[in-house]
């Protein structure tokens, strides 16, 4: 059965910093593309970060470029989120997410929680 | 504000249709067929309907279609059921320099 499940979430004051993690299983990880999504709450989709299946190639929304660094561990089959000089509108749940290959997000985790507030 | 305009809410009884619209620019609906659908039950993960603007990944019930007209897409539901019940999101591959795709901000589907 595949799953894709997140942790690190958390509180974190503004500045802040934060690692997630999104352990992935039941496919072969290094052959997909993965991306990072947010949903502030109450709020819509917002895509964040995306990374190549060999870590070789990497972008990032506008939003969060030069505080966010998205990286993978394929050896231990898991995604990473790096998040620096957190602000109040970084606060969202965070969903780990397979690229389709055909310019869609195929399969998502159950998101975790990042609450960024002093 | 969302990249892509979609309608707030929707409804229906159940059997019958409704179609939601998600319209964009010629940045990224209007640009090619790169146009997916998202359910979202409360309280939970999104979920894949449709990609490449009409087609359904395998366990996709054949009542959700898409369709795409200039920079329009849209999702018809037909044969409501209320298990169809949820948020929906369009999304869709930009060549916008700030970001590689854009979502709707989401319909909210109600089964009456």
């Known amino acids: 059965e595949m799953q894709l499940v997140e942790s690190g979430g958390g509180l974190v004051q503004p500045g802040g910093s934060l690692r997630l993690s999104c352990a992935a299983s039941g496919f072969s990880f290094s052959s997909y593309w993965m991306h990072w999504v947010r949903q502030a709450p109450g709020k819509g989709l917002v895509w964040v970060s995306r990374i190549k299946g060999d870590g070789s190639d990497t972008r990032y929304a506008d939003s969060v470029k030069g505080r966010f660094t998205i990286s993978r561990d394929n050896a231990k089959n898991t995604l990473y989120l790096h998040m620096n000089s957190l602000r109040a509108e970084d606060t969202a749940v965070y969903f780990c997410?397979?690229?389709?290959?055909?310019?869609?997000?195929?399969?998502w985790g159950q998101g975790t929680l990042v609450t960024v507030s002093s | 504000q969302s990249a892509l305009t979609q309608p707030p809410s929707v409804s229906g009884s159940p059997g019958q249709s409704v179609t939601i619209s998600c319209t964009g620019t010629r940045s990224d609906i209007g640009s090619s067929n790169r146009v997916s659908w998202y359910h979202q039950p409360p309280g939970t993960a999104p979920k894949l309907m449709l990609y490449e603007v009409a087609n359904r990944p395998s366990g996709v019930p054949a009542r959700f279609s898409g369709s795409r007209s200039g920079n329009t897409a849209s999702l018809t539901i037909s044969g409501l059921q209320a298990e169809d019940e949820g948020d929906y999101y369009c999304?869709?591959?930009?060549?916008?320099?700030?970001?590689?795709?854009?979502f709707g901000g989401g319909t909210t589907l109600t089964v009456l």
């Open positions: 999304s869709s591959y930009t060549e916008s320099s700030t970001s590689l795709w854009v």
């Open positions: 997410v397979r690229d389709g290959d055909a310019y869609n997000f195929d399969f």
